[in-house]
């Protein structure tokens, strides 16, 4: 960890510093509004830094997160209805359960040598079926959907994640930030020079004596324990859960975009990627609003549009070239 | 009982097969290109939009409006690829992919602004008509839509197997840098196969209001339908693409039948898996 900070250069800790001090300050001032926008901000740059770990750096292209997102909402959200076993503890059985699920896809995908779209396609139907299959489950609500019940004596219980805007301010925060934490430290490990290895090229990797396999399905693994803490954090801030919102693939590419925006393979990537997408889509639904322009599907175009720009122009991301703006970066990947 | 599967089995051949031909565009591009149409569904869907345009507008039958569709769709896709998708070609799969995310997210949703979320039925006058074959019982305005995508395919057939543009394409295929050196035009070719991979889709979409009312949100699914078509008849594979396109027909009609139609698709999606572990190559499909 210390070696983490030592190979932040000067300029690189005042910024960190400050943006962490601002982070932490900002609910003396800011209102209910700015601070549910953060939120998302936050709960985009987690998950999206949990995807970058399997595509970002181990190169294996997922399109269907969303299952592990939903598979943790259900879990802990049951747990808590049912056996009344709070999130804190229910997380331990979401991880658990996503993680057995993204072993059993890394499994057959990587065993049986499916790569690329092949694997990206994998990913997808287990996420549809799941989908499905949770639309036509009947003790986990089905397609009417399941329901976390508000109620006023149990609101400021902490420890059972009931709580207002600012419990979930401060628990997404830190949520991104031990995401950022963890991605930085799994760069400079054994582990994560051996996925830019596989990254780069997988024949020349193995050839060096890299268990490409193990590589794999520890991404994977890893991607999606994390990914499902993400859902619990979902399930218990909207108190619902729709298999067809939460599994949706549609779902799956939101999750992807701030990675991409902000630079794949790259810590602070998903952080960056997610400041400058979710503000984006609040002000053009802010605009479109005030225009007096009833379309749904603007917000969406929108998201579209950026991905195309991005994806011609800047197509390694936007963090990057903020970094090299600002001199920042220094020795971090 | 067993004439009731029957008729709904060969229900399910006959939309397969209109399925096969949406899949075969994708077949066609992936195997020349070799870019993954990620946005593939949702062109079907705009074709459906347009013949449901074109009916109401001018009575024109669906049959008839595949043809200018197809003519439509090919400069659409001409145009697509010399513009956007050629500079793509080589790049990361990932960067392919989400060009034509991007590309599927505007569709779908300017979609949505234009006509709205809700479904735009295309009511033909022969659309409850039916064949009554012995104890079977077959709707009309299916097989003519699957006569239709046999006759479309077996065009696309012809093109690549008599043609000299078909086989210069096909030269693309199998060798890149061959293809270049005798002095062809691969960015010309590409612009070409996009097209024609498009033109399937634009005749496609116009047979598909036959079977289901255009809804934006078809898009996504159709994409799905087609990449589960062509990974199970095996990519590149053109006859691949319409057995493909029949196994799903069929097991989503059987499966639709027998279990709930919301729960058909998952059986689709459990082939995929099924494929992709047993035969990743897909059944009509050459191992790499």
Known sequence: MSELWRGVDGRGRIVLALVLATLLALPLVADRYVLSVLTLIFYFAYVGQAWNLMMGFAGQLSLGHALYVGLGGYVSALLWLDFGIGPWLGVFAAVAVAAGFGAAIGWLGFRFGIAGVYFALLTIAFAEFTRIGFDHLSFTGGAAGLFLPFEEKRMGEWWNLRGGQLLFYYLALALASCAVLLVALLARSRLGYRWLAVREDEMAARALGIDAFAVKMAAVVISAAMTAVGGVFYAFYYNNLFPSQVFEISRSIELILAPIVGGLGTVFGPVIGAFVLTPLGEVLIAVTARLGVNAPGMKAVFYGVTLIVIVCVMPTGVWPRIAGLLGLGGRTP | ?288
Request: positive net charge.
């Open chain 2, 1 to 288: 009982m067993w004439p009731i599967y029957l008729s709904v089995a060969i229900q399910g051949v006959l939309t397969g097969l209109v399925y096969g031909l949406m899949a075969l565009g994708l077949s066609v591009i992936f195997g020349v290109v070799r870019v993954v149409n990620f946005a593939h569904g949702e062109f079907a869907v705009v074709a459906m939009y347009a013949t449901y345009v074109l009916f109401t507008a001018f009575r024109l039958d669906p049959l008839l409006a595949l043809v200018p569709l197809a003519a439509l769709f090919f400069f659409v896709g001409y145009a697509l690829q010399a513009a956007l998708i050629n500079p793509f070609v080589g790049r990361p799969e990932h960067e392919q992919f989400i060009l034509l995310v991007g590309v599927g997210i505007i569709i779908v949703n300017v979609l949505l602004i234009g006509f709205g979320p809700d479904a735009r039925p295309v009511n033909l006058s022969y659309g409850f008509d039916s064949y009554e074959i012995g104890p079977l019982l077959i709707d009309k305005p299916r097989v003519f839509a699957a006569a239709a995508a046999i006759a479309v395919a077996a065009a696309l057939f012809w093109f690549f197997r008599r043609t000299r543009t078909g086989t210069a394409i096909r030269a693309c295929a199998d060798n890149l840098v061959g293809a270049g050196v005798i002095g062809l035009n691969v960015k010309r070719l590409y612009a070409l196969t996009f097209g024609l991979g498009l033109a399937c889709v634009g005749a496609a979409g116009a047979l598909l209001v036959t079977i289901a009312d255009p809804v934006p949100m078809l898009g996504p699914a159709y994409t799905l339908i087609a990449f589960i078509i062509v990974i199970i008849g095996g990519m590149g594979s053109m006859g691949g693409a319409l057995v493909g396109g029949v196994l799903i027909g069929v097991s989503e009609a059987l499966a639709g039948f027998l279990f709930a139609p919301s729960m058909k698709s998952m059986f689709s999606f459990a082939l995929l898996i099924a494929v992709l572990v047993l035969r990743p190559q897909g059944l009509m499909g050459q191992r790499p």
